[in-house]
């Protein structure tokens, strides 16, 4: 009997040692999970550097440690900035369409379109702490130099289509200046005479290797990362359909060569409200225009049917790669 008992409290032992061991074992795991589980809900991994690429027919490796590390901030930026980037898109289905072929028609490469994603975030009615404005960002007195009117009621900085084209002739002249579509693109930002100076004070000849303010240096990175991004959405997180892209608009054109008195009289008349007239016309910058010279303006009313998201009609997609089958 007694000889029983102690072997059921032998076996009593080792299956409560067994148990204990068991539950050890279990919260060292659970320890061990807690130590090694992430901060946050989801990872977050840094994307690939690309070995080279192309921008406005010149190409750039990205094997030196400067030129790697730049991009690398700019395209890891523009990744995980979700809601910039994507507005960004729907922004470019409406923009671009527009001054692609303006840029074309001036003998400028495609690519400088990405010039004015960074400067404005492809905003016409962009306004920088700097005062510069529209959706190239000029300076008053660089817009007027290009041909742009900025007066009271009429700034052409804010004329998308003129805008354009006084841009494409800056960088123009850049170009003829420096002889690369890189160091044009620099002096945008950060001014030819600092461009040129800096070269000759640097003694270096290509205007990617010298030492400037952080806003230039970081520009042109800018420029080739959100290209990047755009070439290839999918690569980088960003799944877009058709109906989430800004539909492009169309207009009636109507030309004027008299003052305006009143343009919410003037918009009434045309079936749009002055908000509507304000959103495509932001180069009109009062409540009347002013024009005792007789120059030609030409003034876009959105006609009726751009007005709407129709259901069951997929806004036209300006370029395919940005949507998911």
Not at 22 to 32: G, H, I, P, R, W
Not at 66 to 76: Q, S, T, V
Not at 162 to 181: E, N, P
Not at 306 to 314: N, P
Request: aromatic share 12%.
């Amino acid at each position: 009997m007694k000889k029983s008992i102690f072997i059921i409290s032998i076996a009593a032992l080792v299956t409560g040692f067994g148990s204990l061991l068991l539950v050890t074992t279990s919260m060292n795991n659970v320890e061990k999970v807690e130590a090694e589980r992430p901060l946050v809900l989801s990872m977050t991994a840094s994307v690939a550097i690309p070995e080279k690429m192309e921008f406005a027919g010149e190409p750039i490796l990205f094997d030196r440690y400067d030129r790697r590390e730049r991009m690398d901030r700019e395209l890891n930026s523009f990744t995980y900035f979700h809601s910039t980037t994507l507005l960004l898109f729907k922004r470019a289905n409406r923009i671009f369409p527009i001054i692609e072929p303006l840029l074309e028609r001036e003998g400028m490469p495609n690519d400088l379109k990405y010039l004015a994603v960074i400067e404005s975030s492809l905003d016409p009615r962009a306004i920088s702490p700097a005062r510069a404005a529209g959706l190239w960002q000029f300076l008053q007195s660089t817009g007027r130099e290009y041909g742009l009117e900025v007066s009271a009621t009429v700034d052409e900085r804010y004329h998308i289509e003129k805008s354009t084209v006084a841009a494409s002739r800056y960088l123009k002249d850049a170009y003829r200046r420096y002889g690369s579509w890189s160091a044009a693109a620099l002096s945008y930002n950060g001014g030819q005479g600092r461009i040129t100076n800096e070269l000759r004070n640097q003694q270096v000849d290509d205007a990617l290797d010298l030492w400037l303010a952080e806003e230039t240096t970081r520009y042109y990175y800018r420029m080739l990362a959100i290209k990047q991004i755009f070439e290839n959405p999918t690569q980088y997180g960003f799944v877009i359909q058709p109906e989430h892209l800004h539909k492009p608009m169309e207009f009636k054109r109507i030309k004027v060569t008299t003052s305006i008195p009143n343009l919410v009289t003037f918009a009434k008349q045309h079936q749009v409200s002055y908000a509507q007239l304000k959103d495509f016309n932001s180069w009109l910058r009062d409540t009347k225009l002013t024009n005792t010279s007789g120059k030609t303006y030409t003034i876009l009313i959105p006609k009726e049917e751009s007005l709407y998201y129709q259901k069951g009609r997929e806004p036209e997609v300006h370029d395919p790669a940005w949507v998911r089958e």
